[in-house]
């Protein structure tokens, strides 16, 4: 990893615990925001300086949606986490709960406090039991240390934070269905407006923000806003963790800078598998556009480069196909994901999403029809957009994506009924 933030501690014999975390510099932020009642506005614009984005897909900036809080506005509010981490290819959150807890708990107790909440929930995603394991155990030593809980530290200040489990559902990682599972509630998106900074969870103000994005805050304010910044690019500031697997010879989590190119992260993974050519990367998560490999190894990892080449960076999961793969098969898949995953609550999605996988499972098992692509792509035009949250598209984008780029690839599977890459 080029630049340590989120898994600073990892080189350590015990990186989850308290003392490795102090050892680095651990919690003096947040007992030096406490000591000096450091003005919040102070804290989001050392954010907005470090050009910080959402790190769970949207890539929002962080310090403007911290600023939409009403603080000043009496009454409870609340800092939820989405621990979740629901999208196929992601797997880099639950690597900071398992290695670096207590640098989200900083994190969230400082988000806390800068929007005027005193209690916090991070939601877990349900299969995740050793990562919340290590986070309950990091919430025992923080309130132990006097570091959570109330009068903390003796300045005044309460702030209590809780962990729950989710219960396996994709869905629930779009942050209204996350709201309404965390009151008890089916995981279904809530239509917005109202946003959760105005009515949130149990009706009160509420700020979401992703397990990386809220761990990144500590070091930003320890090495400031500028420092973060410069270790990306403009506009997209600082470092990013990057779930690289697929065909790759060293799957797993990288911290590079934003803007790092494709390349370079390819040779981080240790390239493509011995023997194969690259085919094909989804840079940010199954739900992301596919881009082909002379598009991607001319790409940058960022929000901006990514956009206009015509996908996304997401979560930063990136799906690594080599000439081995079968695009049908890998886009059936996708497809029948979301189908299973779908809540049901708007028809196009709840439909679509069944007539996509149905119709790609044909084309798959021989017995496509001609008219098959376009009636896909128009269906998927027909979803996109027309949804409460933004599963459908998720749905919808990478089937227009995979005709686009790889369409003679599916019309051999209609014209000969079987696989191109293994005839």
Request: hydrophobic share 35%; with cysteine; charged share 25%.
């Amino acid at each position: 990893m080029a630049n340590e933030i989120c898994f600073r501690t990892l080189n350590h014999k015990e990186p989850w615990a308290l003392s490795t975390y102090q050892s680095l510099g651990g919690y003096e932020q947040w007992k030096r925001i406490l000591k000096k009642k450091t003005p919040p506005q102070e804290i989001i614009n050392e954010l907005k300086e470090s050009a910080l984005r959402g790190r769970g897909g949207a890539g929002f900036p962080t310090g403007l949606k911290w600023s939409f809080m009403p603080r000043n506005v009496e009454g409870q509010k609340y800092i939820v986490c989405n621990s979740d981490e629901g999208e196929p290819g992601t797997f880099k959150d639950r690597d900071i709960l398992r290695y670096n807890p207590h640098a989200l708990i900083e994190g969230m107790a400082i988000a806390g406090y800068t929007i005027g909440a005193n209690v916090g929930y991070n939601y877990i995603r349900g299969e995740f039991r050793e990562p919340y394991t290590r986070f309950e155990n990091a919430l025992k030593e923080a309130r132990a240390a006097g570091l959570l809980g109330k009068n903390i530290l003796g300045s005044g200040v309460d702030f209590e934070l809780h962990s729950q489990l989710g219960a396996g559902a994709y869905i629930c990682g779009e942050e209204t269905a996350l709201l309404e599972s965390l009151e008890g509630k089916k995981g279904q998106p809530r239509f917005k407006p109202p946003f959760p900074a105005s009515y949130g969870l149990y009706g009160k103000p509420t700020t979401i923000n992703n397990t990386e994005t809220l761990a990144s805050v500590p070091m930003i304010l320890e090495k400031g806003g500028k420092w973060f910044h410069e270790l990306g690019k403009p506009n997209n500031g600082g470092t990013k963790l990057f779930s690289v697997s697929g065909h790759v010879q060293k799957p797993g989590n990288y911290e590079v800078g934003m803007g790092t190119p494709f390349s370079e992260l390819l040779k981080l993974a240790g390239g493509v598998r011995e023997g194969r050519r690259l085919k094909a990367v989804i840079p940010g998560g199954s739900s992301t556009p596919i881009l082909p490999a002379d598009v991607m190894m001319d790409v940058t990892m960022d929000y901006d480069a990514l956009s206009k080449a015509g996908s996304m960076l997401g979560a930063g999961s990136v799906i690594v196909m080599d000439d081995s793969t079968c695009m049908v098969k890998a886009l059936a898949r996708i497809a029948h994901f979301y189908f299973e995953e779908s809540c049901g609550q708007c028809t196009p999605c709840r439909e679509g999403t069944g007539w996509l996988s149905r119709v790609i499972h044909r084309i798959e098992h021989g017995e496509g029809k001609s008219t098959d692509l376009d009636m896909l792509v128009d269906v998927s035009k027909r979803i996109e957009g027309r949804t409460i949250c933004a599963l459908g598209d998720a749905a919808a984008m990478p089937v227009v994506s995979f005709i686009k780029h790889f369409r003679d690839e599916f019309q051999y599977h209609i014209d000969h009924k079987r696989c191109m890459v293994s005839a």
